[in-house]
């Protein structure tokens, strides 16, 4: 019994070590995409407003004309133009856009950035790269024998005997309701 009780031990701890960074990837994607609605998790986007100092005719804006749009903003190379309306021009660049009001000489630059750690996060968390799956599947195993092993730790009035049994009891109240919830709601 000491064999297996010293297996169990070296094994959760094995184990929770090995996964402790991808557990700590998923748990920060998790908070994330349940604030999806309060925050984009993956992009940051930023918007400035633009003045041209003057008005210019669709007639008037050239390829030339699109690059002098582009220097107030920062922007070297663009992708494509076109224009929505006759007096509107909406240019592409690399992860970026400037829609214009040609009749009044204003508009709105947008740039889209990777937010840093939460993009690469949410990828993985998502399963969005080929193979992916697979790994997330033996993770999902994997964190079900680290809990499975975490249970019998303890002895005694610490362990699933005594108090674990009733914290246990308490753990499956939370779920419980969100599902009746979710059903008569």
């Known amino acids: 019994m000491k064999n297996i009780r010293s297996l169990n031990v070296a094994a959760h701890r094995d184990f929770g070590y090995f996964f402790s960074s991808l557990i700590i ?56 133009f076109d224009f929505p309306t006759n007096n509107q021009v909406k240019i ?20 889209v950035s990777r937010r840093p750690v939460f993009y690469q996060a949410n990828v993985i968390h998502r399963n969005s790269l080929n193979g992916w799956k697979w790994a997330s599947d033996i993770f999902a195993l994997m964190l079900i024998a680290i809990n499975i092993t975490g249970l019998f730790i303890l002895k005694g009035k610490y362990g699933l005997k005594g108090r674990g049994k009733w914290l246990i009891a308490a753990g499956t109240v939370p779920p419980l309701v969100a599902i009746l919830l979710m059903e008569f709601l």
């Open 92 to 111: 592409y660049y690399d992860n970026a856009s400037l829609h214009l009001n040609l009749e009044s000489g204003t508009g709105v630059y947008e740039n």
């Open 25 to 80: 990837v998923y748990c920060l994607s998790g908070i994330a995409l349940n604030h999806v609605n309060d925050w984009n998790p993956d992009f940051i986007i930023t918007k400035e407003n633009v003045s041209l100092g003057k008005t210019y005719t669709k007639e008037q804006v050239t390829r030339e004309v699109i690059l002098g749009f582009g220097k107030k903003v920062g922007e070297t190379n663009f992708k494509v």
